[in-house]
């Protein structure tokens, strides 16, 4: 949404970057532009998850004791081992934005890395989680197969688990591709204090993803 | 810097090429980023579904002739009233004005070369052109059956036509519109020109901001809603299904909490061209500016607090409906408050009774009585005798089908010129707007007697005392047609008139006005500076905006 062609603008004032697109007057107005689309974006993604959250609580309510039964067969160490990654990553990426408003290159990519492996490591622990819950039969809807339930009704506790980390682990990917371009990016030398939008609003994105998963760490492991 | 010239009308020997002449390759339209590119882009597809659409409803309509049927079989009638409803509302109503004319008038109005994120404009468009495929897919694969409204649980557990691939058609073109809307909402926010104040906003640039901040905060919604709908077809979920422990009614609070709004993205844009037409050809600067540009702020608030009136025969309990009544009535305030306003510029105005004015008289008598008898179906006890009658269907095609279509039509007879830099022919646009107004009421009044005498929606036979009213209903939709076909005709027959046409050929005093007709593809020359608001039409008028050259 906010990367920039280098324009016919390049050199036309002083403190422009050749990633001026040609429709906006200055850089200043086109990081804003950026920043307001992005807070946007954010708004329908609360709004997206929102609907999930809603379906959620409805159904815990109608269903509690299913809710509870099932929500132990979670890994409550694997959630809260997730849940401090994806903060650290919140932390380095926050970092990654300071290095590239001060044009500290090399620390930037240092970050962007560091908040890569995070990111990473949540994926490969949700990778251990979902074949552990595919191997116990505990799956969505009509595929669950889980062998000694006292509690019947478990499967929706598992739509909705599978359905809300799902949606949530594909929002992880699609950061991770986005701070791979911005790590390429910035091994390019593009981002300086003259022009870091890009940084700036995948930072934004990131801790969107971050604060989805702090919401539904509780509401899956931690039900009572 | 500034001079005190106002802008040149009219192309000089060294202008540069028009939008439309700045290359000439597919690959320059397809690949474009130029908003008045995408908007030709759209205005060709968008066409290409009200074709398909209208063509199921003629279906339908020649179907209704006997009480008996004429040509389908039950189950295809229910594909086909399915197809209307889905491909007019999610691939015509929702995208047509917004993205057409928005698209085209929104960043020429504020004096910006573009809107703020182009490629995420084409995207829009790629993004409406896919989920329009996969609607056309799954109509080419034998159907769906479910009514637009997918209602559970029939849609999620029991229809076994093409609901999914539907669904993701829907879903997909849900996202175009979120695209254009946070593309409308940051330009309007960050592009505006020097001088180009929040209350020196055409009008129609304070609709399309509405509209888009209620397609911002609704469409999510139903997207995700519409996912769950596929997942419990796919994996039977439960969340929506009885048997499975779900909960039916769920799914229609999640739908029609995007789904009411829907209406208001599709009538607000419309309510916005009916100003800046209403205004130029009254000759009269527009009465209440403020009051209008807050009424379509407040339509789009409380058009998201009155979801409930779909469900008061659904399990709702009576206090919930007395709320989401009472709600229902208020948004009656700001839309009688446009009525109103409008009423008041035409008062006393130099109308010229042009093409584009004669749509606007015509929206406004339909727009008053589908809002008026809107009124009648948010009162509880009258609902429950019209709930799922031929009531409902009239109320909705004059609120949002014969307004938006007659609101477009009128924008585009308006904006014609400055599209393409030609006229079109004057005397066979009037009659035609003639047609589609005899047309429609034709079409949709009789419809409002047979709701209120029983007549059900979507049944495929009736009693043969309401054969007379659904004649008349069908013979009503051949002249709409008629009028249709003909304004097609002349539009596109308009390519063949000679381009020799002034720049600004009503008059028209809002900035849009002040470039070349068609534009160049920035836009302007330079940079306008705005030295005052829109809708100066005194004999004399100030120069709206004088040129800065930038650059």
Redesign the interface.
């Known amino acids: ?1 906010s990367t920039a062609i280098p324009s016919a ?1 390049a050199h ?1 004032e002083g403190g422009q970057t050749p990633f001026l697109q ?2 906006f ?1 200055e850089m200043s ?1 086109q990081f ?2 950026a920043k ?2 992005m807070w ?2 954010l ?3 609360v ?6 959250f ?2 959620y609580g ?2 815990h309510a ?2 509690p004791e299913a809710f509870v039964a099932a929500h132990h067969h979670l890994d409550k160490t694997m959630g809260a081992l997730n849940t401090v990654v994806l903060l650290i990553s919140s932390f380095t990426m926050v970092l990654s934005v300071w290095a590239a408003q001060t044009s500290r290159k090399k620390l930037l990519v240092l970050f962007l890395l560091l908040t890569l492996a995070c990111a990473g490591t949540f994926m490969v622990v949700k990778y251990f989680e979902y074949s552990h819950k595919f191997h116990e039969g505990l799956l ?4 669950y197969s889980h062998k000694g339930d006292t509690v019947p ?1 478990q ?2 506790f598992f ?2 688990y599978f ?1 809300m980390t799902g949606l949530h682990g594909i929002h992880v990917l699609l950061g991770m591709a986005a701070i791979a371009w911005l790590v390429w990016r910035a091994l390019k030398g593009h981002f300086s204090s003259l022009y870091y939008a890009p940084v700036e609003i995948t930072g934004l994105y990131w801790h969107l993803v971050d604060l989805i998963w702090i919401y539904l760490f509780p509401l899956m492991y931690l039900i009572s | 810097m500034s001079t005190a010239a106002p802008v040149l009308h009219g192309e000089s020997p060294k202008a540069p090429p028009s939008y439309l002449q700045a290359g000439h390759t597919i690959k320059s339209w397809l690949l474009t980023g130029d908003h008045k590119r995408i908007a030709v882009l759209y205005l060709i597809s968008v066409s290409v579904f009200f074709f398909f659409g209208s063509l199921a409803a003629s279906m339908i309509r020649i179907e209704l002739v006997s009480p008996r049927g004429v040509m389908l079989e039950s189950d295809t009638y229910n594909k086909v009233f399915t197809a209307h409803g889905i491909i007019m509302i999610f691939f015509f109503l929702i995208p047509a004005i917004p993205a057409v004319l928005g698209n085209f008038l929104l960043p020429i109005m504020i004096g910006a070369r573009d809107l703020a994120f182009p490629r995420l404009n084409l995207l829009s468009w790629y993004l409406y052109v896919a989920g329009g495929l996969c609607g056309v897919l799954a109509i080419a694969f034998g159907g769906v059956d479910t009514g637009w409204t997918f209602y559970t649980p029939y849609s999620s557990m029991y229809s076994n036509t093409n609901v999914t691939l539907t669904i993701i058609g829907a879903f997909i073109a849900g996202f175009s519109s979120i695209a254009t809307g946070i593309n409308f909402i940051v330009t309007v926010h960050k592009m505006r020109a020097p001088g180009m104040t929040w209350f020196r906003l055409p009008l129609m640039v304070w609709g399309s901001y509405a509209t888009s901040l209620i397609i911002v905060l609704g469409t999510p919604v139903v997207a995700i809603t519409l996912l769950l709908v596929v997942m419990e077809r796919v994996f039977h979920i439960g969340v929506f299904s009885p048997e499975l422990g779900g909960d039916p009614v769920l799914f229609q609070h999640l739908f029609w909490f995007y789904s009411h709004p829907a209406v208001y993205i599709m009538i607000l844009p419309a309510m916005g061209v009916i100003n800046e037409v209403i205004t130029c050809f009254s000759r009269k600067r527009i009465f209440g500016y403020h009051f209008i540009a807050f009424s379509s702020l407040a339509i789009a608030g409380l058009g998201f607090l009155v979801w409930g009136h779909h469900m008061f025969v659904s399990s709702q309990s009576m206090y919930q409906g007395m709320v989401f009544s009472l709600l229902s009535y208020l948004v009656a305030v700001p839309s009688a408050i446009k009525v109103f306003n409008w009423t008041a510029t035409i008062y006393k105005g130099s109308v010229r009774f042009q093409t584009p004015f004669l749509y606007v008289l015509g929206f406004m008598g339909l727009f008053v009585v589908g809002g008026l008898t809107g009124l009648f179906l948010a009162a509880m006890s009258t609902d429950v005798h019209l709930t799922d009658t031929y009531f409902v269907v009239a109320h909705f095609h004059y609120v949002m089908a014969g307004s938006n279509l007659i609101a477009l039509l009128a924008g585009m007879h308006y904006w014609w010129p400055k599209m393409y830099g030609r006229l079109y022919n004057k005397k066979l646009a009037a009659i035609s707007s003639a047609l589609i107004f005899v047309g429609f009421n034709l079409t949709f009044l009789p419809q409002f007697v047979l709701g209120s005498r029983g007549m059900p929606r979507r049944y495929f036979n009736y009693l043969p005392q309401f054969q007379d009213l659904h004649v008349a209903s069908t013979i009503g939709s051949w002249v709409l047609a008629a009028g249709l076909f003909l304004t097609a005709a002349y539009l596109l027959a308009s390519f063949r008139q000679p381009k020799g046409m002034a720049a600004n050929p009503w008059g028209g005093r809002t900035l849009e006005w002040e470039t070349t007709s068609p534009p160049t593809t920035h836009n302007f020359e330079g940079q306008p500076v705005l030295q005052h608001g829109p809708y100066d039409y005194r004999p004399e008028p100030a120069a709206v905006g004088v040129k800065e050259l930038a650059h």
Do not use: N, W
Request: hydrophobic residues 45%; aromatic residues 14%.
């Open positions: 949404m603008h036309a040609h429709h007057r107005q804003d532009a307001i689309g946007l974006f708004v329908t993604e709004l997206l998850f929102g609907g999930l809603v379906g409805i159904m109608r269903h969505p809807g009509k595929y009704g499967f929706l739509s909705f359905m």
